[in-house]
């Protein structure tokens, strides 16, 4: 084979795959993982629940239209977001695109929120951001959003239980390069004890430290953070985090654990990398059943 054809070929690869990361980029997909548990007895037939990750303000059509459409079909009771809806920045917080599309999803369904970094962030320091998270959230709140920010509510659906708990860790378990230890009994330190009368869903943005959070008890993560990965190996898991880790363990996806899920979202945005490749943009469809 000549030099020109193989540098021709690799010129063509290199197109498919600068088409596919741009076509990845402006494109989502709707995801649906049956959740069954024991724990659920009683919950009824059809209900869904919708998750939501890592936005970071991308728009799907204007106002986010095909998103919300896409939302509506699943008919959910419930609308979970995970974090990273916008992006904090210093100085200039972008939080427009995530404030339009959540102002108009409550509308339609009941939204609980749990922080992630990019909230937290602005939050945890106003010097550098300013009052743009608590503008944010006051506006989101007046709409009606419940936001649970180390905090937990109940709910009843038919005869089941359900406890939902938002958790913020330490914003130092987001450093790069490194996994920083996780002090012993942060989570319970941070939102109390979980409650075995209740199904236990935990929203905690950062799968890193899963472990922790199934020792507190949870029969439900719900996590993101990750992006995918990246770009995601096929047949495989993703190669890459935010955070410069490599071949993470849980990038994206439904992972049992036991009797208990994890479901770790591939996210609808991007952020600082700004690359997708063989990793979809993704809502998540939830089907509780009894198991």
Same mark, same amino acid.
């Given at each position: 084979?000549?030099?020109k054809?193989? =540098?021709?070929?690799?010129?063509?690869?290199?197109?498919? #795959?600068c088409?596919e990361?741009?076509?990845?980029?402006?494109?989502?997909?709707?995801v649906?993982? @049956?959740?069954e548990?024991?724990?659920?007895? *009683?919950?009824g037939?059809?209900?869904?629940?919708?998750?939501?990750?890592? =936005?970071?303000? /991308?728009?799907? !059509?204007?106002?986010?239209? @095909?998103?919300i459409e896409?939302?509506?079909?699943?008919k959910?009771?419930?609308?979970?977001? &995970?974090?990273? $809806?916008?992006?904090g920045?210093k100085?200039?917080?972008?939080?427009?695109?995530?404030?339009?599309?959540?102002?108009?999803?409550v509308?339609?369904?009941?939204?609980?929120?749990?922080? !992630?970094?990019?909230? /937290?962030?602005?939050?945890?320091?106003?010097?550098e951001?300013?009052?743009?998270?608590?503008?944010?959230?006051?506006?989101?709140e007046?709409?009606?959003?419940?936001?649970?920010?180390?905090?937990?509510?109940?709910?009843?659906?038919?005869?089941?239980r %359900?406890r %939902?708990?938002g958790l913020?860790?330490?914003?130092?378990?987001?450093?790069?390069?490194?996994?920083?230890? $996780?002090?012993? &009994?942060?989570?319970?330190?941070?939102?109390g004890?979980?409650?075995?009368?209740?199904?236990?869903?935990l $929203?905690?943005?950062?799968?890193?430290? $899963?472990?922790?959070?199934?020792n507190?008890g949870?029969?439900?993560?719900?996590? !993101?953070?990750?992006? *995918?990965g990246? #770009?995601?190996?096929?047949? &495989? *898991?993703?190669?890459?985090?935010?955070?410069?880790?490599?071949?993470?363990?849980?990038? !994206? &996806?439904?992972?049992k @654990?036991?009797?208990?899920?994890?479901?770790?979202?591939?996210?609808?945005?991007?952020?600082?990398i700004?690359?997708r490749?063989?990793?979809?943009?993704?809502?998540?469809?939830?089907?509780?059943?009894?198991g």
């Open positions: 084979m000549s030099l054809t193989i =540098l021709a070929a690799a010129a063509a690869a290199s197109a498919c #795959v088409a990361i741009i076509r990845e980029l402006h494109s989502f997909r709707i649906t993982y @049956r959740i548990s024991k724990k659920l007895a *009683g919950i037939e059809n209900v869904r629940l919708v998750f939501l990750s890592d =936005l970071h303000n /991308q728009v799907y !059509g204007k106002g986010n239209k @095909r998103l896409k939302i509506k079909e699943a959910p009771a419930l609308v979970l977001i &995970g974090g990273d $809806m916008l992006v920045r100085k200039k917080s972008a939080y427009r695109a995530a404030l339009d599309f959540v102002t108009e999803l509308k339609l369904f009941p939204v609980y929120y749990a922080n !992630g970094n990019h909230e /937290q962030r602005m939050k945890e320091n106003p010097k951001y300013g009052g743009a998270y608590q503008e944010y959230k006051t506006a989101l007046h709409a009606g959003v419940h936001f649970l920010e180390n905090a937990s509510c109940e709910l009843i659906c038919k005869r089941c %359900l %939902l708990t913020e860790i330490p914003t130092e378990c987001y450093s790069h390069f490194k996994k920083v230890r $996780m002090p012993k &009994g942060a989570v319970k330190e941070r939102v004890e979980a409650k075995k009368e209740s199904y236990e869903i $929203m905690a943005h950062n799968p890193t430290y $899963m472990e922790e959070y199934l507190w949870a029969d439900l993560v719900l996590s !993101g953070h990750l992006h *995918g990246i #770009v995601r190996l096929p047949g &495989g *898991g993703g190669a890459v985090s935010p955070a410069f880790d490599f071949f993470p363990e849980y990038s !994206g &996806g439904h992972y @654990r036991g009797d208990r899920d994890i479901v770790v979202s591939k996210g609808l945005g991007v952020h600082t700004c690359v490749l063989f990793n979809p943009a993704e809502a998540v469809v939830l089907e509780l059943k009894e």
